[in-house]
């Protein structure tokens, strides 16, 4: 089945840096998007940016210029660049896989453990 394996987070100082990576295992052959998604407590787990199978990007208002995904499928590999970091991206971040499943017309979403992202003042 499919695995997802986050890493990259860490502690960073604000205006900083951190490239996030998700490392594909398994039956990655049917993935239709991948993403990255961020959770503090008492909110709800929101979408930062995906990566659709044909390419297009989505990104969501508070990082769009900031923050960056890529892909690299001979590595099996989806990255989220932070670039200009505030403490308010600070969360758990966590990768996304979603699967369609042709006898429904719906997607399975796949989810790591997640890395956390502190961004200091």
């Known amino acids: 089945q499919v695995q997802l394996v986050e890493s990259g987070g860490g502690l960073v100082q604000a205006g900083g840096s951190l490239r996030l990576s998700c490392v594909v295992s398994?039956?990655?052959?049917?993935?239709?998007?991948m993403g990255w998604y961020r959770q503090t407590p008492g909110k709800q787990r929101e979408l930062v940016a995906d990566i659709l199978s044909g390419g297009h990007t989505n990104y969501v208002d508070s990082v769009q210029g900031r923050f960056t995904i890529s892909s690299d499928n001979a590595k099996n590999t989806v990255y989220l660049q932070m670039n200009s970091l505030k403490p308010d991206d600070t969360a758990v971040y966590y990768c996304?896989?979603?699967?369609?499943?042709?006898?429904?017309?719906?997607?399975?979403?796949?989810w790591g453990q997640g890395t956390q992202v502190t961004v200091s003042s």
């Open positions: 996304n896989a979603k699967v369609a499943i042709a006898t429904t017309l719906t997607l399975y979403d796949y």
């Open positions: 398994g039956s990655t052959g049917s993935i239709n998007s």
